[in-house]
Structures are given as structure tokens and as C-alpha cells.
């Protein structure tokens, strides 16, 4: 298992779910779904095995030992077996914020959407607020999957703001602060 420099902790459990970091065997999967779901991801192109891999060896296989990465990943295991992968992006270490970014196995969208990114959402909040001490943690999302925004206002973040880019997507930002979790976390 990889391990994150930056991390006290490597894995993240809550009942048969677990968050570890991101492991190269879930990488053609994880490929399958970005391609899948690639309508609401920033992501160009569909992505290629070639593409990948050496995303793996030149990207994920440095951040392990980085003392302030700007993205820290894992794959997301329901039972030991892989159900999707996220993590914490465009990490800000001086403000100490960070994007949540998050995709699951597409086929279990339809009936377990909002079971899985609370799972998610409650085990990347851990590794966030109590592991790493940001302060905020948010999410940038393009507005065309209406179920994530209850998913994620159930989990009680708030919607922050909302707004049209250049490709005239409307974006909705939804955050979460260090100190209205503690509020709510049950150890």
C-alpha cells in the first residue's frame, strides 16, 4: 500500500466502507468512470490507458512524498472492493482549504447516489478537518447533476455560491468549515 507523507493516518474506515490511498490496480476502473461520467468532469477528452498510466507513474506516484501536495487521493472500498475514488484538490496549504472530488462506480449511481457520496463525504471530512487541520473543504461542481446537491446539503454543507464560467456551464459551490463540523461530528 502507498503511503501519504503528509498523512498521520493511511486509512479511513466507517462500517464496510474505507477510504486508502489511491492504489494502482483501481486505476482502469477509475478510467472507466471518468470516461463514463466525463459530462460533468473537467476532464477534455476520454482518457486512454496509455493516458492512465503515465498519469500514475508521473503524477499519483509523486504526491505520496510530498510534504504539502496539492492533491491527495484514495480509492473508495466498500468491503474491500473498489466503489470509487476521491480525495481532497487543489489543496491551499496557506489557507488551508481544499476541493473535494469524488466518482463512483457508474453503475451504482441510480439507486445508491446519495448513500455512497455520504459515506464518501463523512470519511474525506476525517481526513480533512481531524488529519490535516484544513479549515474548509468545498465542492465546484457543474450544475447537471441535481442529486449531488441534496447528497452533499444533507451532509450539511452549505451552498456558498453559484456562478456561469466561459463555457457558459453554471457552477455551484458548496462548503463545509472547520469549526461548523465540529459542531456536528460524532466521535
Given at each position: 500500500?502507498?503511503?501519504?507523507k503528509?498523512?498521520?493516518?493511511?486509512?479511513?474506515?466507517?462500517g464496510a466502507?474505507?477510504?486508502?490511498?489511491?492504489?494502482?490496480?483501481?486505476r482502469?476502473?477509475?478510467?472507466?468512470?471518468?470516461?463514463?461520467?466525463?459530462?460533468?468532469?473537467?476532464?477534455t477528452k476520454?482518457?486512454?490507458?496509455?493516458?492512465?498510466?503515465y498519469?500514475?507513474?508521473?503524477?499519483?506516484?509523486?504526491?505520496?512524498?510530498?510534504?504539502?501536495?496539492?492533491?491527495?487521493?484514495?480509492?473508495?472500498?466498500?468491503n474491500?472492493?473498489?466503489i470509487g475514488?476521491?480525495?481532497?484538490v487543489?489543496v491551499?496549504w496557506?489557507?488551508?482549504n481544499?476541493?473535494?472530488s469524488?466518482i463512483?462506480?457508474?453503475?451504482?449511481?441510480?439507486?445508491?447516489?446519495?448513500?455512497?457520496?455520504s459515506?464518501?463525504?463523512?470519511?474525506?471530512?476525517?481526513?480533512?478537518?481531524?488529519?490535516?487541520e484544513?479549515?474548509?473543504i468545498?465542492?465546484h461542481?457543474?450544475?447537471?447533476?441535481?442529486?449531488?446537491?441534496?447528497?452533499?446539503?444533507?451532509?450539511?454543507?452549505?451552498?456558498?455560491?453559484?456562478?456561469?464560467?466561459l463555457k457558459n456551464?453554471?457552477?455551484?459551490?458548496h462548503s463545509?468549515?472547520?469549526t461548523?463540523w465540529?459542531k456536528?461530528?460524532?466521535?
Amino acid at each position: 500500500m502507498n503511503i501519504y507523507k503528509v498523512l498521520n493516518e493511511q486509512v479511513f474506515n466507517s462500517g464496510a466502507f474505507s477510504l486508502v490511498p489511491i492504489r494502482f490496480e483501481d486505476r482502469i476502473d477509475i478510467m472507466k468512470w471518468r470516461n463514463e461520467q466525463i459530462y460533468h468532469l473537467r476532464q477534455t477528452k476520454p482518457l486512454t490507458i496509455k493516458d492512465q498510466d503515465y498519469y500514475f507513474q508521473n503524477t499519483i506516484n509523486k504526491i505520496f512524498d510530498q510534504n504539502q501536495p496539492t492533491q491527495i487521493l484514495f480509492s473508495f472500498l466498500e468491503n474491500e472492493v473498489c466503489i470509487g475514488y476521491g480525495g481532497l484538490v487543489h489543496v491551499n496549504w496557506k489557507v488551508k482549504n481544499a476541493e473535494i472530488s469524488f466518482i463512483m462506480n457508474t453503475e451504482l449511481e441510480e439507486k445508491r447516489f446519495e448513500e455512497i457520496w455520504s459515506k464518501f463525504l463523512r470519511l474525506i471530512e476525517e481526513v480533512a478537518f481531524l488529519n490535516l487541520e484544513l479549515n474548509k473543504i468545498y465542492t465546484h461542481a457543474i450544475d447537471v447533476r441535481p442529486r449531488l446537491y441534496d447528497a452533499i446539503e444533507k451532509q450539511s454543507f452549505v451552498k456558498e455560491r453559484s456562478f456561469t464560467n466561459l463555457k457558459n456551464d453554471k457552477i455551484i459551490i458548496h462548503s463545509k468549515i472547520k469549526t461548523n463540523w465540529k459542531k456536528i461530528y460524532k466521535h
